[in-house]
């Protein structure tokens, strides 16, 4: 079912215009920063879009430059694990796993997943429970189980809403979903 979900979710945002992504990503921006918890969150975790994602290189951009720490993850394809460090200037990334920019070895600074006050959460397809699928090979369903107290968003494009997603255990939600439309907060239990 998720690999259905995901390839319809994924055809359907690979055909949108790039105008749209740009204008959507715009839209996305000013509701995330807008939102009193991401004002308040002094280390961000961010992902680095590439394709159709929801477009952060320039919310990445200013978030530097309101002074609040930005995070970024780093893939070790090994252990299939992502470790995070601190992205200090726009030109430390350069092209790593699966053709995403991360800081380049020698830029790298380490930063625990536990001091991360915010994290940004990609996604194919999400549900307005917090459910979400990936590309199906578990590398933020893992990091996010390392940090339950961060504030989870999930950021997508409407058109990336499914009614349901179904989930396992170690299925891991987000908190926030923010749409170029709205934004959903999920009901705690």
């Known amino acids: ?29 000013e509701r995330l920063f807008g939102l009193h918890e991401f004002r308040r969150a002094r280390a961000i975790l961010w992902y680095v ?10 919310m ?49 600074h380490e930063v625990a997943v536990d001091t991360v006050d915010l994290i940004l959460v990609p996604g194919i397809a999400f549900d307005c429970g917090g459910h979400r699928i990936g590309h199906g090979m578990g590398y933020y369903d893992r990091l996010l189980s390392e940090n339950v107290k961060a504030l989870k968003i999930g950021l997508a494009f409407e058109l990336q809403l499914v009614e349901k997603i179904p989930t396992k255990q170690h299925d891991v939600s987000v908190d926030i979903i923010i749409t170029e439309k709205r934004i959903i907060y999920m009901e705690k239990a």
């Open 49 to 58: 879009s590439y394709g159709s994602e929801v477009a952060t290189h320039e």
């Open 1 to 29: 079912m998720k690999k259905v979900i995901r390839a319809s979710i994924l055809q359907k945002r690979n055909n949108m215009p790039v105008s749209e992504v740009i204008r959507n990503s715009s839209l996305i921006k």
């Open 60 to 108: 990445i951009q200013e978030c530097m430059a309101l002074g609040k720490t930005v995070v970024v993850p780093c893939t070790d394809t090994k252990k299939r694990h992502l470790s995070l460090s601190e992205l200090r200037r726009w030109d430390e990334l350069g092209v790593g796993a699966y053709n995403i920019q991360e800081p380049r070895l020698e830029c790298r």
